[in-house]
T-cell receptor
Framework: SQQGEEDPQALSIQEGENATMNCSYKTSINNLQWYRQNSGRGLVHLILIRSNEREKHSGRLRVTLDTSKKSSSLLITASRAADTASYFCATGEYGNKLVFGAGTILRVKS | SAVISQKPSRDICQRGTSLTIQCQVDSQVTMMFWYRQQPGQSLTLIATANQGSEATYESGFVIDKFPISRPNLTFSTLTVSNMSPEDSSIYLC????????????FGQGTRLTVV
């Protein structure tokens, strides 16, 4: 079952602009993770934020978590054409299972 | 980190047949998972592969359709049985570290088309 919705479903921006993706979830979580998938291949882990954290940075990535609203956002700054991919949030649950959101397709135009 | 080799990377199969997908990890891991990604969709967990015991299946998935083996701590197989076109998906193997807050690593996936 899907954890929740991601919005937008698709996002098209120019190179150099910032991209923001949002994710909502339904249940209590241990953590929330963001993954990137290029062209329907394997997923690459981007960042993990624990349920007791509110914000985390990694390079050009910034993730926020609001457990009261059961939502998270992923910000990619100064986007590049190579950032074109599908982005998924996933909540880490009991037994280290992941429940994925619907995903956002990001296209960065050069 | 963990490096996962998944085979085959893609296959086209006739309906009614079965396909076994292999997942090899470069280190011993406790948790191994199999996911399905239907066309244009997100990932859905099929089952958790447990070493030394039967796999634990998620709601909507059954052992007769998706038998799983886990003979040791570095290897698992997923079989898609009696395939129909609705089984056309990407199947992904994943491993996770020990502990409640660890990232997951994914194989490159097996793109299955059933005709």
């Amino acid at each position: 079952s899907q954890q929740g919705e991601e919005d937008p479903q698709a996002l098209s921006i120019q190179e150099g602009e910032n991209a923001t993706m949002n994710c909502s979830y339904k249940t209590s979580i241990n953590n929330l993770q963001w993954y990137r998938q290029n062209s329907g291949r394997g997923l690459v882990h981007l960042i993990l934020i624990r349920s007791n954290e509110r914000e985390k940075h990694s390079g050009r990535l910034r993730v926020t978590l609001d457990t009261s609203k059961k939502s998270s956002s992923l910000l990619i700054t100064a986007s590049r054409a190579a950032d074109t991919a599908s982005y998924f949030c996933a909540t880490g649950e009991y037994g280290n299972k992941l429940v994925f959101g619907a995903g956002t397709i990001l296209r960065v135009k050069s | 980190s963990a490096v996962i080799s998944q085979k085959p990377s893609r296959d086209i199969c006739q309906r009614g047949t079965s396909l076994t997908i292999q997942c090899q990890v470069d280190s011993q891991v406790t948790m191994m998972f199999w996911y399905r990604q239907q066309p244009g969709q997100s990932l859905t967990l099929i089952a958790t592969a447990n070493q030394g015991s039967e796999a634990t299946y998620e709601s909507g998935f059954v052992i007769d359709k998706f038998p799983i083996s886990r003979p040791n701590l570095t290897f698992s197989t997923l079989t898609v049985s009696n395939m129909s076109p609705e089984d056309s998906s990407i199947y992904l193997c994943s491993v996770s570290g020990i502990g409640a807050n660890t990232e997951a690593f994914f194989g490159q996936g097996t793109r299955l088309t059933v005709v």
